[in-house]
Nanobody
């Protein structure tokens, strides 16, 4: 089963930074729009950022704009989420998603980010 693997989560104080990484199979990653989602306890999973395969254009949701940056390294089949000035409300399980349209959609198991106030 195709799956992406996230890493980089952890416990950080408010105002701190973390960089999440997600790696997947090269033959999937190269064609996938890669996204980072998060799910806080009691809330629905929400999109945080995504980056296209073809031109690398990125979208960031307003709640994290100016603090989070998404990037991808196709040579390493890895997508990153740089998170700066983390706030308590950023606490969530962060998931990596690879969307290859009609071919399929692939998820990781998630990495926990906990921000202490």
């Amino acid at each position: 089963q195709v799956r992406f693997v996230e890493s980089g989560g952890g416990l950080v104080h408010a105002g701190g930074s973390l960089r999440l990484s997600c790696t997947g199979p090269e033959h999937i990653f190269a064609f996938a729009t890669m996204g980072w989602y998060r799910q806080a306890p009691g809330k629905q999973r929400e999109l945080v950022a995504q980056i296209a395969a073809a031109n690398g254009s990125a979208e960031i949701v307003d709640s994290v704009k100016g603090r989070f940056t998404i990037s991808r390294d196709d040579a390493k089949s890895t997508v990153y989420l740089q998170m700066n000035n983390l706030q308590f409300e950023d606490t969530a399980l962060y998931y990596c998603n690879g969307d290859v349209g009609v071919v399929g959609e692939y998820w990781g198991r998630g990495t926990q980010v906990t921000v202490s106030s």
